[in-house]
């Protein structure tokens, strides 16, 4: 569908949305696996900085991917009723991808591969879960 976008209409950047999800959804997947991991409350807050972090770098990864444009361009779409589609579109892979992988990294890094499924799982949720919130957050005017 091709909108027709003037100087004035309130826009999205539909990358930039899918960045903002993956990082909400690695910080958060991140202090949850190293809450069931460790049961240590100073190495979930830890990991909420480094699950954002790595949430972002998955982001920065998968935005150009699903969004692509010409150099010096950004997919944008315009605040509306079709807006939703979109932006749920990019939030929810974002999130859910990042979710997945940002939990399942401490399993393999603290050497309890019993628990991956488990937290690639809860990852998975928590991104659908941050990814719909975000998504509708950002598509309404």
Do not use: H
């Not at 509306?80 to 401490?106: C, D, E, N, W, Y």
Request: net charge positive; proline share 4%; aromatic share 4%.
């Amino acid at each position: 569908m091709e909108q027709n976008i003037v100087s004035g209409d309130r826009v999205v950047d539909l990358a930039a949305s899918l960045r903002f999800a993956a990082l909400i959804a690695g910080a958060i997947s991140c202090a949850v696996a190293l809450w069931i991991l460790k049961q240590n409350v100073l190495w979930s807050i830890a990991a909420l900085v480094v699950g954002g972090i790595a949430g972002l770098c998955v982001g920065f990864v998968l935005g150009p991917l699903i969004y692509s444009a010409a150099p010096g361009q950004v997919a944008v779409v315009k605040l509306g009723p079709g807006a939703l589609a979109k932006t749920l579109k990019g939030t929810l892979i974002g999130a859910i991808i990042s979710g997945l992988v940002v939990a399942a990294v401490p399993a393999g890094l603290f050497g309890q591969s019993s628990k991956l499924m488990l937290l690639a799982g809860i990852g998975c949720g928590i991104g659908a879960v941050v990814g719909a919130a975000l998504g509708y957050l950002v598509s309404r005017p």
